[in-house]
């Protein structure tokens, strides 16, 4: 025991020693020289390099809860009936025939809010291109201050239950089974029920409260369909109702009213909306979309008109990479009030989409649109009953939230 208490002590002295020369060493004035050190102190000495060097600056740090995210949306469309006006008729955004055009330009800035770290929020989309001019045409101011603006909202969630969300400002229809970007639309060119049946926009309030991950509940105050400078002094009212009884099944069922006709507050327009969604694996869905209108008045048309149509969707994915979409619908306007001439059509379209390098998607579709009158231009003058066309389109799309 004594002769071990003696190394010890000896050790210790040698360490005491080390440190000392340690010292002296990083107390060299700087452009002096210092001493080497010993392979004892080379041994001992603290690296200051971290085990894991912090990553590269990204798009993501910099921004930090904001997101930034966009896509540019092109196509070539050919229509067999090839109109001297080299327009296809009854197509909302990809209207261009036989010849390339721009779709849709869109750039989003979007902060989400939650009861945790910030209950405000707000989401911002402005867009260039057909699509954008189609959606804002109609609205009194569209062509003039929100003329790129297709959503502008701030977003407040109270604390009430599990958060209750009210949005102000302008945002997207809840209505239909189809949206504006092609990137989350089924097919590459929208319906004729998201053409004629429902609204693009509506400029007001808006609150949404989920009871839990299978019941929701939404409702709606609006200056009234696609205007942000409304056009009479009455509100459009609205609801909607949200159910997922399980990971297969979706139906929302909405519904609006109120007065839309220029200076008149006295005939309501309603319009009814469902969609259904079923999907039984991961590469099948279903969805079926449903919508009645009604309540404006016509000269010469004495009872109020209406418009109804049903639009049914079949996906099947391939793979990650590849699916393969068909729609047929089913839209009648019985009074000409939607489409400009007392009539029904149907339809029919195949798109098949293939993903290029995760960030691309590309489409190929064919569209049969048939009507029981002859309102679809062929050539320079005559009329025909059909149209079928083809358009090719390509997405080019990006998101903060993906970088590295």
């Known amino acids: ?60 740090s910099l921004l930090g809860p904001i997101s930034l995210s966009g896509f540019v949306d092109m196509y070539y469309n050919y229509n067999s009936n090839q109109p001297a006006s080299r327009t296809s008729a009854f197509r909302s955004f990809d209207a261009a025939s036989n010849q390339f055009a721009l779709n849709l330009v869109e750039l989003v800035v979007d902060k989400t809010p939650d009861l945790t770290n910030s209950r405000t929020g707000y ?28 959503e502008a909202y701030f977003s407040y969630v109270a604390p009430v239950g599990k958060g209750l969300q009210i949005d102000a400002g302008k945002f997207v229809t809840p209505h239909g089974a189809e949206v504006i970007e092609t990137k989350d639309d089924l097919n590459y060119s929208r319906g004729l029920l998201f053409s004629y049946a429902i609204p693009y926009f509506h400029y007001g309030l808006r609150a949404k409260y989920a009871f839990n991950d299978k019941y929701s509940l939404s409702g709606f105050l609006v200056n009234g369909w696609n205007n942000v400078i409304d056009n009479n002094t009455g509100k459009t009212y609205g609801m909607g109702f949200g159910w997922n009884p399980n990971r297969k099944i979706s139906l929302t069922q909405n519904y609006m009213a109120g007065p839309e006709q220029a200076n008149n507050n006295s005939s309501w327009r309603q319009l009814w909306d469902t969609v259904v969604t079923y999907a039984p694996n991961s590469r099948l869905s279903f969805t079926v979309n449903t919508d009645y209108g009604r309540g404006d008045r016509m000269p010469g048309v004495a009872r109020p008109v209406f418009w109804t149509g049903a639009a049914g969707y079949v996906k099947y994915a391939f793979n990650e990479k590849c699916a393969f979409v068909t729609r047929y619908e089913y839209y009648d306007d019985p009074n000409g009030f939607t489409t400009g001439t007392a009539q029904h059509f149907n339809g029919i379209t195949g798109t098949f989409q293939r993903m290029i390098a995760g960030h691309i998607m590309s489409r190929l579709e064919f569209r049969r649109d048939m009507s029981n009158e002859p309102t679809f231009l062929k050539g320079s003058n005559s009329q025909a009953l059909a149209q079928n066309t083809v358009t090719a389109g390509l997405v080019f799309m990006f998101d903060s939230r993906e970088a590295k």
């Open 123 to 150: 989401h911002i989309a402005l867009g260039f291109g057909q699509a954008i001019n189609a959606v804002n045409g109609s609205d009194p101011g569209g062509l003039g201050f929100d003329q790129y603006l297709k």
């Open 1 to 60: 025991m004594s002769q071990r208490v003696q190394e010890l002590e000896k050790e210790v002295t040698d360490l005491r020693g080390e440190l000392a020369a340690l010292r002296q060493s990083r107390s060299v004035p700087s452009g002096s020289a210092a001493p080497a050190m010993t392979a004892v102190e080379q041994s001992n000495a603290v690296t200051t390099t971290p085990a894991n060097p912090s990553p590269g600056t990204s798009i993501t």
